[in-house]
């Protein structure tokens, strides 16, 4: 064997051994960006590790940041009222992640360099959720994980399948709040999502 296929067996064992607290645990401390220097709490990740559909988001905002939580405050509220909607509970039944896990100050978008700093730890996520979908929340992790040219307003609810995960994108609850007259094809995503999953007969292993 190899170098490269013993260190791919080695990770595969090291990852079956590993559970989403063990990463969150060996991710705490990470200064891999600049974003780790200015962040109050890293933000990993919330919900089951059972679930089959992983939502990822940009990044943490203020109130994020200060409970270490992502989508919290109004955009979390109107995020869990669409997921609901569809039978879908960040405590019960799914996991919500962001592209990176500390606060960009101001809010502002994340930069492409501290986007790949932070995408190890996204894909330790994957690999340890092993998600059947992943819907990605906004053009930031649309345009990384499906395609860089996606377009959310012209490509929302389109599923791409990739590497065995099928993928969707949707808009970011934050944008909906500003904009909602969008919340109407957002809903209509969902709803996508809803009969997708119903296809996949991932509703009767929830
Ligand atoms: S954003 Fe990601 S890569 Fe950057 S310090 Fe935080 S955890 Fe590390």
């Known amino acids: 064997m190899n170098y490269a296929a013993k ?9 079956m051994e590993m559970n989403l607290d ?6 705490q401390d990470c200064q891999n960006c600049p974003l780790g220097k200015t962040r109050t709490n890293l933000v990993f990740g919330v919900g089951v590790p059972t679930a089959k559909v992983l939502f990822v988001g940009e990044g ?38 962001n ?3 500390c606060r960009p100050p101001q809010n502002r978008d994340p930069k492409p360099e501290e986007i790949e700093a932070c995408l190890p730890h996204l894909r330790k996520q994957v690999k340890v959720l092993r998600p059947r979908i992943i819907v990605c929340l906004g053009r930031i992790a649309a345009q990384r994980l499906i395609s860089p040219d ?3 307003t012209r490509q929302h609810g389109d599923f791409i399948e990739k590497g065995g995960i099928w993928f969707m994108g949707t808009f970011h609850p934050a944008a909906l709040l500003r904009n909602p007259a969008q ?24």
């Open 150 to 152: 996606f377009r959310v």
């Open 183 to 206: 919340k109407k094809d957002a809903l209509a995503d969902f709803q996508a999502l809803r009969r997708r999953m119903h296809e996949m007969n991932i509703y009767e292993s929830l």
């Open 60 to 97: 943490p905002g203020a109130q994020e940041d200060a409970q270490g939580k992502p989508f919290v405050g109004q955009s979390g509220l109107l995020l869990d009222k669409f997921l609901n909607l569809i039978d879908l509970d960040r405590e019960k039944n799914i996991y919500i992640a």
């Open 7 to 15: 260190y791919a067996t080695m990770v595969a064992v090291i990852l």
């Open 99 to 101: 592209m990176v896990k």
């Open 22 to 27: 063990t990463l969150e645990t060996l991710c």
